[in-house]
């Protein structure tokens, strides 16, 4: 008889009891956004095609006296009051997925994050707004390839 280890059930026991850590970190392998065009439209087809793809890299490592609480030495005397650690909510601030365009709220009766879809705006009528060409490369060239802000698992 053939016995298969469910390898997630296996890994969740693990950190369950407080043997192993996971680490994630998430990167950017998004298809570039359409080319700005100056007076002219683009195409529907290109522009449905732009977005980031994020990608989720995980690691395990064994949990020791070291990275017990995820206590950092060097984070702990570079930043000064640890907040930025400790924060639980989404900064204030306007957020894309390559399509849409998110403005950041926080719902204080609850203490709940959440994201409200700015109506009527997308992300190129957004990058319309600006009329510095170099800020719009600024803007295209971060939701292309940096790492993402917040990150939604399901």
């Known amino acids: ?13 693990l950190f369950v009891r407080g043997k192993i850590d996971v680490y ?17 439209t683009e195409a529907p087809a290109a522009t449905a095609m732009s977005g980031a793809e994020i990608a989720a890299e995980y690691t395990i490592k064994e949990r020791s006296w070291r990275t017990l609480w995820n206590f950092s030495p060097k984070h702990f005397f570079t ?10 909510r989404i900064r ?4 894309t997925d390559g399509q849409n365009v998110f403005e950041s709220t926080y719902r204080y009766i609850e203490g709940k994050n959440g994201m409200k879809q700015m109506p009527g705006v997308d992300l190129s009528s957004y990058l319309d707004r600006y009329t510095d060409g170099k800020e719009k490369e ?8 940096s790492p993402p802000d917040v990150v939604a698992e399901s």
């Open 24 to 40: 994630g970190q998430y990167k950017n392998n998004g298809i570039p956004p359409p080319p700005v065009v100056e007076g002219g």
């Open 92 to 95: 204030p601030g306007i957020y």
């Open 1 to 13: 008889r053939m016995v298969h280890v469910d390898k997630a059930a296996v890994l969740r026991d």
């Open 138 to 145: 600024n803007i295209l060239n971060k939701v292309q390839t």
């Open 79 to 88: 930043d000064r009051s640890g907040m930025f650690w400790r924060e639980r």
